[in-house]
């Protein structure tokens, strides 16, 4: 998402901004709406899931896709512009000066706008694996020093940022290390394995426009799914690409915070 944006919206600038929803809007709809409006694009960033854009007003846009935000870019003669289209699930609309808009749509609103005076927004935040200056080792001590199950860990972006369900269980599954280990119990060559595997994991998930899962819900700015297939998530009951064995899933913690795991049962031991 953020490699389309810097190709199509970098250099831009917000003619005029919509936005309808205040519990998902930051710090306020006016405020957003004000402080985007008039504003010129001059980059497209991403730290971990958190996608932002510093403006010409030395402001940054924050844009954070949570469950099921989705971005297009859709082309609209200039005069449309103010009236937000009359699709479901629509939250904000910039349009640009070029005549294109960028759509913000969100059915599970648990995605995120926002508009921040400078980048304390990424305090707290854990190291992107992604990023040029990403140094494997602090992590994998890092992650030694936690009684929770990694996968647990790995999902908390105070200590790696930019991991979801899907690629938490495909680390795990590539370094044969099971979900629900305890982080402080894996040791030091299995964090190693996984640490490893961070970077080249999601680089190749994004080469491949990321995951559609069969409720089609990703998609990209243009509407295209994303083609990266994962070894375990969404492939209960299929043979292990390793193994053979069925792939098998379970559960970390109770109630409403529980969180799915996939893995192989022969591959991933406890
Ligand atoms: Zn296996």
Redesign the pocket.
Known sequence: MRRQLAQHVAGERIVESWADLERITRPSVREFVEGTEGTRILDVCRWGKQLFMPLDSGAHLLIHLGMSGRLHLEETPHESSTEPPERKHVHAVLSLESGHRLVFTDQRTFGELGIAPNRSFLAGKGPDPTDAAFDPEPLVAELGRHRVKIKAALLDQRLVAGLGNIYADEVC?LA?VHPATLACDVPEDGRRAIVAQLRPVLEQAIAAGGVTLRDGMYQDMFGTSGSYRPHVYGNVGN???????P?DHGKLGTGKSARSYHF?????IL
């Open positions: 599954f044969q043979p292990c690409s390793r193994c053979g064995a792939i192989c049962p022969r591959c991933q």
